[in-house]
């Protein structure tokens, strides 16, 4: 692909039924409420414009854009001016021009002239501008008053602001508004003084700025620009990709100078993120040619060796043949392997093909087991899809949000501007966390119910909404007949009915006023369309299973499932999680979510690969540790995960991983698991490949290859490899004969291939005869499975419970600018927002232990201890702590427990009971282990090449 | 006791009046503070209540309250109303003000209060309308809309909610006919706004007043609260601006009661349509909202009656500026410009020959005695260049400089600009350091730059005084054409009419003829 710009049309889509008008008397029928602009750009008449852009809406500042209309008097501005039928409009006259000159004759009166050693040589509108509208000679002269002492701002680590070079637009702060929802920019001062200005005149990183990169995407001139442009020079090519960040699954261009990347923008046409971003995406890629980057593969004898680097021949030689010996020593199942939600589809079904096929037996798992393990689970039993139910562009039709264990503005920032988008337009809000999230109030965004509940109560709150829901007859009882199990419903409804189910009766449980509860659920039941939206506070419980189905509960007996606006979203965490569950990376099942006792599906794949497979589930990455311990379990293939850093009570992680005789480890860094590693193979990143990613809305993307592999093989290429060594007959030459045996195999992919992805842009599963373009909503006239099931969620503390020794609880959660362990990001200039992990204490618990905001405190549980700083708000409500875990120093996963969900082993990261305690350095375990990873880290020189 | 009647007008107290008043109940006298009669010449005023009707003398001072009050006093005016300069007043909706108490319900309803709104009452929300429509009543804040369509408009828009906005936000220099009502007849205003609400189906108004204008915030906010049981369920609140000229334009008046930065909006959408908080609203001036109450009292005809072509029933004009009897004289449209100068204005106060007249404010136009033939009215001013604006008039005598008035009118709208729009924003500096320039009669030579050996295409010639006066009407068409709003819109009105009519002024250049199209 060549550089071309995104065509910009001035205005948004409008759409009403069609008008038809003439633009310099070419006729043109256009939607009514389309600007005369954006018809005029339909037809490729380009008007010329400054303030308006088609991401935001018209301002009508600039007063380039005006235009004549027949039987109009003066000049309206094309971009505030709605078409009417039978309008005429001129869009060039002699007046016109002179106009227009003169409003380019004020702005560069007030404007550096050196445009060839600026940045945004030939991508800058005002040139642009200057020259469409013919301006010669500016007769103001330049001496007028002007801004060009203005001192720039450089302290975003990613872009410059530069207040001559402004033009005060606004689209930068209309984007902030609009596309954003931060509110961080400003116009200060006005008439001739007007500036741009972040918060109150701050610098932009001390702002309440989170660096998204909508205001430098919409800065028509270099006043804000990113400094790779700066520093390179322009792109000459772009290549559309997908983010290999979160679950919401941005695309991108990655705008490139040969093999160089100098950007990337958020692409317009991407259905996930309709061309917004935020800070990792935009900007956090610089890991990709990061120093720590291993790009050889290296082996050792025994984990306290240093690594040596070696030959791709040596390495994959020597996996396949400790494998085998492994599984001849010491059985078939004694070897398994761990497929990355950060690797593609095609990636990550070869892994568990490899598995399958090569190993001979199921033992395969995910990080979903960590994360969104319940969601499968839960939605499959009670909507027969393990899977969120709706597109995200669903939340513009949603009246009523609900929002529970989620932190969308850290975790999901460009889905959350969207939901800020619907709440500043009206919906409401219900936010369900132990801690008061930006989203209960941020500018323009009041929670309308914030249930502040105890963490590990959420199974409680949500049936005592359905108590409120059922006893004041607020069921939709319809839809229930209509749509749902009868039976199960009526069991259900007499459970929740119970008094004891009431929010009166678990208020002292909760801590939720029943008030509030009850109010709440009556929003939810009858403020129209009702959407929940859920993250890692949902299923990271012993009772995460329950709390995906009580939370489907809800939305079957209210009706709230099976159409836009509504409906039930798990906000998943990894870019491709939802792929890597899809592709069948469970133990117990193969791609598309079939068991694997279920012979049929075994038989597809058994003739397609030529082997028989076992039929019996293996084990999960849990089990599999335990197995490790006990020695029944050797060897294990871990791509693109870091176990150690985040799986929970990492000791016992540890300890398993060192029982092992052949721990392989691929990825992009020596991440703390390849401590424990004896083979590590160089791991490609998603700039280096091609592939498809999955994203939350079950939207399939494609991940493009815009540069060489720098350690030589895309990820999909080395399974191959290990593959070939161990004695598979494996001949993909490109991805998407990958993906073409995965839609042979899985009948909810059967309609996808790269022909319709690069046609298409994407595609939601199912996508198959009965939806050949794919199913943004799920469950539209049916459930999948037939009838909608309600189950019966009886709420069951958790064993992990407050006492004298530790009578404080853990939760834990991300922030915007880290992403999970932090291994991209930390290698990024991300850490100048968030640099440690920071334990958040509330003032009362921090007075009673004597700790001050800063202060080093130590936290213990029963798995462990670890130390860490203390900031104190009442965001955390008194006893409650919450800390991130982006950071291995902290080791946050020292202290979580090895309690997890009882239907799916997902970890209860959520609920740790914890002592809080003044400390003055780092604890023993941090101590040791610092010393262990640096001496597990040593790599030995390589002998030099013949 | 005797009653005597002080006004507690603000330019009033200005003058002395609240001394007045306290010498007067020192005195003895049963003091009524009303609002200002309106001819500032007499103030401080002091009406003394006889059998004869009240007698006024003025101007006054504290230690002449004997001397008033005993009838000898050598500044006696009178009956009031038969003053010259109110004889040919015609106070449809000045009526009240100066007469009474502006906060006493007893007295507003004596003096034909409220029967706007019970005859609004007994009308169904469009009668209402049309009787709006039929007196010809247009805006009275400068753009001269007809009232009755905007009230149509805003009736017809479905909505769940519709606001009345009142602009209050009198900026202009040289008016105050805004702040004479609010202080001097409160419930006429709150009147007006009821009615408003009725007719379109709102029920809650606001009254934007500039911070300026303390007296008038404190009145009608008592006034408000008084009446709000009158106007039930209708309800009002008062706002109070920052300070900013340009919130006095509708659409940044509504971002200002939003709580957002005021700037202005691009139109479309209508406030009519999308207004306040999004909603369909009616944003008219005070004058317009407190001439229904008449118009529905009196009905429309009687209101339009009155007036001259397209302009109908009266106009509230406030004479400032260097002219013997400043004040404010509602009278008919129709009447001429030279006659509110020199008959009820009474020519300057420095007794030199008029030498020009601003008309609507400090962005309205200057006319020379010459034109003094012109009738007030809309489409008459339109046509010779000019607006009526709100109608404030400022007279100038012969020793003013034109080219100053016009460097003013620059400088105005280069401090109260908002900034959104680049012709007024850039626009406004520029012209001001353009004026200066023709004043000098020192065109622009090539700047530093211009002559560096890289810049190959800028001009290095010096320019001419006529290039820099074309460049002046350059701008100031880019500005009247380019500009979002009337202020920088309507900036070149006052420099272009300076430079028409007084072409003598600049830098001693023959004005160019207007640039041929």
Known sequence: ?946 | MTRVFVSRDMASVALGADDLAQAFARAGCEVVRTGGRGLFAIEPLVEVETSEGRIAYGPVGPRDAAAVLDGTHANRVGVTAEHPFFARQQRFTFARCGVIDPLSLADYAEHGGWKGLEAAFRLSPQEVVDAVKASGLRGRGGAGFPTGIKWQTVRDAEADEKFIVCNADEGDSGTFADRMLMEGDPYCLIEGMAIAGHAVGAGHGYIYIRSEYPFAVRTMRDAVARSAGRIAPFTLEVRVGAGAYVCGEETALLDSIEGKRGQVRAKPPLPAIEGLFGKPTVINNVLSLAAVPFILSEGAEAYAEVGFGRSRGTMPVQIAGNVRNGGLCEIGFGVTLGELVNEIGGGTASGRPVRAVQVGGPLGAYFPPAMFHLPFDYEAFAAAGGLIGHAGITVFDDTVDMARMARFAMEFCAVESCGKCTPCRIGSTRGVELIDRIVAGAPRGAGMLEIMPQMRNARTAARTQDEEIALLRDLCDTMKFGSLCALGGFTPYPVLSALDHFPEDFGGASALPEAAE
């Open chain 1, 1 to 946: 692909m060549t550089f071309t710009r995104e065509k910009d049309f001035g205005t948004p889509e409008a759409m009403g039924a069609a008008v038809s008008l003439t633009i310099d008397g070419q006729e043109v029928s256009v939607p009514a409420g389309t600007s005369i602009m954006r018809a005029a750009a339909m037809v490729d008449t380009a008007i010329p414009k400054l303030c308006a852009t088609d991401s935001l809406e018209s301002f009508g500042s600039c007063r380039l854009c005006l235009v004549e209309v027949e039987g109009r008097s003066g000049y309206p501005a094309s971009c505030t001016t709605p078409v009417a039928p039978g309008m005429a409009v001129r869009t060039q006259s002699d007046r016109l021009r002179k106009l227009r000159r003169g409003v380019m004759e004020l702005y560069i009166s007030d404007h550096p002239l050196d445009c060839l050693t600026c940045g945004a040589n030939g991508d800058c509108e005002l040139q642009d501008m200057a020259g469409a509208v013919g301006l010669r000679d500016v007769r103001f002269g330049y001496e007028g008053e002007n801004h060009l002492e203005g001192c720039k701002d450089e302290s975003n680590p990613y872009f410059t602001f530069d207040p001559t070079k402004c033009i005060v637009c606004s689209r930068c702060v209309r984007a902030c508004d609009e596309t954003q929802g931060t509110l961080a920019l400003t116009v200060d001062g006005r008439g001739f003084a007007s500036g741009i200005s972040a918060s109150q005149d701050e610098s932009f990183l001390s702002s309440e700025c989170v660096s998204c990169g909508a205001c430098v995407q919409a800065c028509p001139t270099s006043a804000l620009i990113e400094k790779t442009v700066i520093e390179i020079g322009t792109p000459d090519r772009a290549v559309v990709t997908t983010c290999a960040y979160c679950g919401v699954g941005c695309t991108f261009r990655a705008e490139m100078r040969g093999e160089e990347l100098v950007r990337m923008v958020p692409w317009k046409e991407g259905k996930a993120n309709h061309g917004h971003s935020c800070v990792k995406g935009r900007f956090a890629w610089g890991y990709a040619q990061h120093r720590d980057r291993i790009l050889n593969p290296m082996m050792r004898g025994s984990v306290d060796e240093p690594w040596r680097e070696v030959s791709w021949e040596a390495a994959i030689a020597r996996v396949a043949s400790e494998f085998r010996r492994l599984q001849k020593e010491h059985g078939a199942r004694a070897i398994g392997g761990i497929t990355s939600s950060r690797c593609t589809n095609e990636e990550t079904f070869l892994v568990q093909k490899l598995v399958r096929q090569g190993f001979g037996n199921n033992n395969v798992d995910t990080c979903a087991r960590v994360c969104h393990s319940p969601t499968g689970y839960g939605l499959k039993t009670t909507f027969g899809t393990s899977a969120g139910t709706q597109d995200f562009d669903s939340v513009r039709h949603a009246d009523v949000i609900l929002v529970i264990g989620a932190n969308p503005t850290d975790g999901h920032p460009v889905f959350a501007s969207r939901m800020k988008k619907r709440l500043r337009e009206g919906a409401k809000l219900i936010v369900v966390d132990p801690r008061r999230i930006d989203m209960v109030r941020s500018p323009h965004i009041e929670a309308a119910f914030h249930l502040p509940l105890r963490p590990g109560t959420n199974v409680a709150v949500l049936t005592a909404m359905a108590h409120v829901i059922v006893t004041e007859g607020l069921v939709n009882e319809t839809y229930v007949r209509e749509r749902c199990d009868t039976d199960a419903y009526a069991e259900w409804a007499e459970f929740v009915s119970e008094p004891a189910r009431s929010p009166e009766a678990v208020e002292d449980l909760t801590g939720v006023p029943a008030a509030d509860l009850r109010a709440a659920a009556r929003l939810y039941a009858t403020g129209g369309n009702a959407a929940i939206y859920y993250g890692l506070g949902v299923t990271e419980h012993s009772q995460g299973s329950s709390t995906v189905m009580a939370i489907a509960n809800l939305a079957m007996a209210t009706g709230n499932v099976g159409k836009d606006g509504v409906g039930v979203n798990p906000l998943r965490g990894q870019n491709n999680v939802q792929g890597a569950c899809d592709m069948g990376s469970f133990p117990h099942e193969l791609s598309g979510y079939r068991h694997v006792s279920d012979s049929a599906a075994r038989s597809l794949f058994e003739r397609d690969w030529g082997v028989s497979l076992d039929p019996e589930p293996g084990l999960r990455i849990p089990n599999m540790l335990d197995a490790a311990t006990d020695g029944a379990f050797k060897g294990i293939f871990i791509q693109g995960e870091d176990i150690l850093q985040s799986d929970p009570n990492t000791t016992h992680v540890a300890a398993g991983l060192a029982a092992m005789e052949c721990v392989v480890v691929q990825d992009l860094f020596l991440n703390e698991t390849a401590n424990y590693a004896h083979v590590f193979l160089p791991g490609s990143t998603f700039l280096e490949k091609d592939g498809t990613f999955t994203n939350a809305e079950r939207r399939i993307q494609r991940v493009r290859k815009v540069m060489e592999p720098k350690n030589g093989y895309a990820d999909w290429e080395v399974v191959q490899l290990v593959a070939h060594a161990m004695g598979l007959d494996w001949n993909y030459t490109h991805p998407s004969q990958i993906m073409d045996e995965i839609a042979r195999l899985t009948p909810t992919f059967a309609g996808v291939n790269y022909a319709v992805l690069d046609q298409r842009g994407s595609l939601q599963w199912p996508v198959n005869a009965a939806a050949p373009e794919g199913t943004p909503t799920m469950h539209i006239d049916h459930f999948v499975r037939g009838k909608g099931n309600f189950v019966v969620t009886d709420y069951v503390p958790t064993d992990e419970r407050t006492g004298p020794r530790f009578p404080l609880l853990l939760t834990t959660g991300r922030i915007l600018s880290q992403y999970n362990v932090g291994a991209q990001t930390r290698r990024t200039a991300n850490v100048e927002w968030h640099e440690e992990d920071r334990l958040e204490i509330h003032p009362h618990d921090a007075e009673n232990r004597g700790i001050r905001d800063g202060n080093w405190v130590s936290l213990r549980s029963r798995a462990g201890e670890t130390t860490l700083r203390a900031k104190i708000t009442d965001r955390v409500a008194p006893g409650v702590v919450y800390t991130t875990f982006h950071h291995p120093d902290t080791q946050a996963n020292v202290i979580t427990t090895d309690f997890s969900d009882w239907a799916t082993n997902c970890p209860e990261y959520k609920v740790t009971a914890v002592q809080v305690m003044p400390s003055n350095g780092p604890s023993d375990w941090q101590r040791s282990y610092r010393a262990q990873a640096e001496a597990s880290r040593r790599i030995e020189p390589a002998e030099p090449a013949e």
